[in-house]
């Protein structure tokens, strides 16, 4: 009887592990198409510094419109993609889009775009962002591209060429989520940089929480030191953004200062150029 009970725990057990792989592979293959039917879009967050409350810029963050299974995430969906090599049209198509939206917006409001490991390592990808900038008419400087540390780890000697020829086509680098995962102070020394962007995790509370105060002014000190401005991500309270002003970081990031939304919510900000449409 206990091995029927066995083997019917490790049954039940084989069909969900079954009913999992199944899922996945239907999203890896929805996500094959996701571009062509027109499923991804992508919202804004500004980008606002602090001591001006004026905003610089914005992110583009990537969503994906499901037919079925409606809006998914991009930390679920990005790693799969990365897995399957998707990514590379799904990136090209973020980078064109935001480019091109950018593109329309007045001078000098930025827009900073995530790249993952997979478009760093990718030959071609410089050659791209090139084409990408030329074909938007947007100048390098407004573009950033947001970097992980972890992106970096793979073939270091590769990714610092990357970046090298990046800075040479004149795009502002960014290190995204420093703090978590495989940080290591000498990136900030061995990599061009423009910016590090402080993980949203450290600023939670920040200004009740000794220990995150300790790491944030010592991110802060960091920029100062290396030349580097920093932006403080996931800023959520009134609270958080006085302590950041104290503090004298740079640029805030957050549901305080705004959500990310469909670019037609800034208009007020992004109008007064030339409107996106005359340009494409
Ligand atoms: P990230 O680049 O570090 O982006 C910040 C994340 O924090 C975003 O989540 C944003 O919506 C969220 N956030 C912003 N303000 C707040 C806040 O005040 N509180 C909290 N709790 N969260 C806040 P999202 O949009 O779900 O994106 C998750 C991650 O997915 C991004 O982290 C980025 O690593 C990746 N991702 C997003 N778009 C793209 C893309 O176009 N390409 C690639 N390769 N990765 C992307
Ligand atoms: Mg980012
Ligand atoms: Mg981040
Ligand atoms: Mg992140």
């Given at each position: 009887?206990?091995?029927?009970?066995?083997?019917g725990?490790c049954r039940?057990?084989?069909?969900?592990?079954?009913?999992?792989?199944?899922?996945?592979?239907?999203?890896?293959?929805?996500?094959?198409h996701?571009v062509?039917?027109?499923?991804?879009e992508?919202?804004?967050?500004?980008?606002?510094?602090?001591?001006s409350?004026t905003?610089?810029?914005?992110?583009?963050?990537?969503?994906?419109r499901?037919?079925?299974r409606?809006s998914?995430s991009?930390?679920?969906?990005v790693?799969?993609?990365?897995e399957?090599?998707?990514?590379?049209?799904i990136?090209?198509?973020?980078?064109?889009?935001a480019?091109?939206?950018?593109a329309g917006?007045p001078n000098?409001?930025?827009i900073?775009?995530?790249?993952?490991?997979v478009?760093l390592h990718?030959?071609l990808?410089?050659?791209?962002v090139?084409?990408?900038l030329?074909?938007?008419?947007l100048?390098?400087?407004?573009?950033?591209l947001e970097i992980?540390?972890t992106?970096?780890?793979?073939?270091?000697?590769?990714?610092?060429?990357?970046?090298?020829?990046?800075?040479?086509l004149?795009v502002?680098?960014a290190m995204?989520?420093f703090?978590?995962?495989y940080?290591?102070?000498?990136?900030?020394?061995?990599?061009p940089?423009?910016?590090i962007?402080?993980?949203?995790?450290?600023?939670?509370?920040?200004h009740?929480?000794?220990?995150?105060a300790?790491i944030?002014?010592s991110?802060l000190?960091l920029?100062r030191?290396?030349g580097l401005?920093?932006?403080a991500?996931?800023?959520?309270?009134?609270?958080?953004l006085?302590?950041l002003?104290d503090?004298?970081?740079?640029?805030?990031?957050?549901?305080?200062l705004?959500r990310?939304?469909?670019i037609a919510?800034?208009a007020?900000?992004?109008?007064?150029a030339a409107p996106a449409?005359?340009v494409?």
């Amino acid at each position: 009887r206990a091995k029927n009970e066995g083997r019917g725990t490790c049954r039940r057990y084989d069909a969900s592990m079954g009913a999992q792989i199944r899922d996945r592979r239907q999203l890896e293959h929805d996500l094959r198409h996701a571009v062509a039917r027109g499923e991804l879009e992508l919202v804004y967050q500004p980008q606002t510094q602090i001591e001006s409350g004026t905003i610089t810029g914005f992110e583009a963050l990537l969503r994906w419109r499901h037919p079925e299974r409606g809006s998914i995430s991009p930390a679920v969906f990005v790693p799969i993609a990365e897995e399957t090599g998707a990514i590379l049209e799904i990136g090209a198509w973020v980078l064109r889009e935001a480019c091109r939206a950018a593109a329309g917006w007045p001078n000098p409001l930025a827009i900073a775009v995530n790249v993952s490991a997979v478009q760093l390592h990718n030959p071609l990808f410089v050659q791209f962002v090139h084409g990408t900038l030329y074909e938007s008419g947007l100048k390098a400087e407004r573009l950033e591209l947001e970097i992980t540390e972890t992106a970096l780890i793979r073939d270091p000697a590769r990714a610092l060429l990357t970046l090298r020829q990046l800075k040479a086509l004149g795009v502002r680098i960014a290190m995204d989520d420093f703090g978590t995962g495989y940080s290591s102070l000498s990136n900030l020394r061995s990599f061009p940089f423009d910016r590090i962007k402080i993980d949203g995790s450290f600023i939670k509370a920040v200004h009740s929480n000794p220990q995150g105060a300790a790491i944030v002014r010592s991110v802060l000190g960091l920029g100062r030191g290396l030349g580097l401005a920093v932006v403080a991500e996931g800023v959520e309270t009134a609270e958080e953004l006085s302590f950041l002003a104290d503090e004298q970081c740079h640029i805030a990031q957050g549901y305080l200062l705004g959500r990310p939304a469909p670019i037609a919510r800034f208009a007020a900000h992004t109008h007064g150029a030339a409107p996106a449409a005359a340009v494409a």
